[in-house]
């Protein structure tokens, strides 16, 4: 069973504050990480990428993953109430397209 | 760049009716298609993983009979309802992947919007 597992929230922070979303997955040949954001009635846009240990910075978005602890996450700085909107966490096995296995996403509320 | 359409983006049908889905990449070519269809305050579920030329490799639990599927070319594949019910009322997405892009990265569709009465 290829679980990943994602705290379903809500979680809502305060204009300008840091929001922290994190995700947990079972596979330990898991390899490429990804991060999308859902609005409601829209379909995923892709945020960020991540295939290595450590941390990937674009913008004000950092994803951090950490394989040992077959953990990945995903830190807004300066949240912005657009921010708001449902984040799913996607682990594929393998770097040749293969499918992905996809979190049951958090809903993340900005408050202006 | 990597844009996926699909269309129709909203299909309204009678019980019984089938309904076609089309998915194309728009600027890349996809050697590979996925379809997904999300229940509302759900998340996604993986329905078939399809590749240019070859038949679909369907989910557990998901009739390859009533959700055809076809990728004919490396920029456009089908997904067909067919005997649509209300139960097949949906939101359904497809996504595109391609090595030559980024590694395993998915581009999603914006999603087609099915109401079956």
């Known amino acids: 069973q290829k679980e990943v597992e994602q705290n379903s929230g809500p979680l809502s922070v305060p204009e300008g504050a840091i929001a922290s979303l994190n995700c947990t997955y079972s596979?330990?040949?898991?390899?490429?990480f990804f991060w999308y954001r859902q609005y409601s009635g829209k379909s995923p846009e892709l945020i960020m990428s991540?295939?290595?240990?450590g941390d990937k910075e674009d913008g004000r978005f950092t994803a951090q993953l950490n394989k040992a602890s077959q953990y990945v996450s995903l830190l807004i700085r300066d949240s912005q109430p657009s921010d708001s909107a449902t984040y799913l966490c996607a682990v594929s096995l393998t770097n040749t397209g293969n499918q992905f296995y996809f979190g049951t996403g958090t809903s993340l509320t900005v408050i202006p | 760049g990597a844009v996926v359409s699909q269309h129709p983006s909203r299909v309204i049908c009678k019980s019984g009716t089938s309904v076609k889905i089309e998915c194309r990449s728009l600027d890349f070519q996809a050697t590979t298609m996925f379809w997904y269809r999300q229940f509302p305050k759900q998340s996604l579920m993986l329905m078939a993983t399809s590749n240019e030329g070859s038949k679909a490799t369907y989910e557990q639990g998901v009739e390859k009979d009533k959700f055809l599927i076809n990728h004919a070319s490396l920029t456009l594949s089908t997904l067909t309802v067919t005997s649509a019910h209300p139960e097949d009322s949906s939101f359904y997405i497809c996504?595109?992947?391609?090595?030559?892009?980024?590694?395993?990265?998915?581009?999603f569709g914006p999603g087609t919007r099915l109401t079956v009465l």
């Open positions: 596979d330990r040949g898991s390899q490429s």
């Open positions: 996504s595109a992947s391609t090595p030559a892009r980024h590694t395993d990265t998915q581009y």
């Open positions: 991540i295939y290595s240990n």
